[in-house]
Nanobody
């Protein structure tokens, strides 16, 4: 599975953005997908995840109620809709795929996209 994240940009605090993670490969629909982010000087951290059916989602506490993850398996795409953005959301955002587990642990993910920059100005 190859992943490509897009949709990042510069937005003011309180604004919104939608990130997309486009995947290639016929088995995309069998993968659980996670979004992670990495700010300068910090560890890469889990943001949101969605299991392969799209029925179950899970979020980091810091983004609950503001971010929504969804997927369209027909389009091989996972989305991360981000609202009420804060300066502390500034980071490079990555999507990743995990075949057999729904997890917040980055070491459990098998494939990673290249990342898209999100910058939130105050």
């Amino acid at each position: 599975v190859q992943l490509q994240a897009s949709g990042g940009g510069l937005v003011q605090a309180g604004g919104s953005l939608r990130l997309s993670c486009a995947a290639s490969g016929r088995t995309f629909s069998s993968y659980n997908i996670g979004w992670f982010r990495q700010a300068p000087g910090k560890e890469r951290e889990f943001v949101a995840g969605i299991i392969w059916t799209g029925i179950n989602t899970y979020y980091a506490e810091s983004v609950k109620g503001r971010f929504t993850i969804s997927r369209d398996n027909a389009k091989n795409t996972v989305y991360l809709h981000m609202e009420s953005l804060k300066p502390e959301d500034t980071a490079v955002y990555y999507c990743a795929a995990a075949r057999h587990i729904a997890t917040m642990e980055k070491s459990d993910y098998d494939y990673w996209g290249q990342g898209t920059q999100v910058t939130v100005s105050s």
